[in-house]
């Protein structure tokens, strides 16, 4: 892996409690990837944190009489305490939060389907070329960020164990489908050696 740099940029995916163990649509470990996340962030100078931020009665709920091929349990409804970023994961004051999900009628998995910000733009505005992508879940809004960013034209590397997914099957099927598309997959020591390859010493920055 190319040392990091300057064009690198860390994506954490959904890192919400309605997602982490307890939560409605809870991610079993959900909640063991959150140090591994803080480890990461001092490794970049660019961070963005998406959120499932969806208004009550969202499309994508199961209580929502409109017909739906897949549907959730109500979760990360706004303002709700469901919705914050777990309480342990560390966001730091100049990161990105994209909120997806705000349409009522339209689901979004993928940060690069909100509608307040365009993220593929932002993150080409900063000479952002490889896009780290963790959080949850790996089937889910993981994978479908990895995917668009790769049609964006970014560089992906998926950091494996900052990530958890909902189900075995569709967890190996999305690997499979990431993989397919030239999405490098790293555990975070990997992203570490690679940040003191470039002589950032580890923690240097604020989080
Ligand atoms: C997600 C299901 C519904 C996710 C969001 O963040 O992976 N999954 N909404
Ligand atoms: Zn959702």
Redesign the pocket.
Known sequence: MQPLGSKDALIV??VQNC?CPGGS?GVEGGDQIVPVINDLLPLFEHRVFTR?WHPNGHV?FSDNPQFRDLS?PV??VQETEGAEFHPDLHVPDDALVVSK?VDPDR?A?SGFEAVTVNLARWLRERGIERLFVAG??T????RSTALDARNAGFEVVLVEDATRG?APDSTRVALQEMAAVGVERVLARVVHAAAEAAGEPAGRRRV
């Open positions: 995916v959904d997602f649509l499932d994508s959730w979760h990360c999900g689901e998995y949850l879940a089937d889910y809004c993981v909902v």
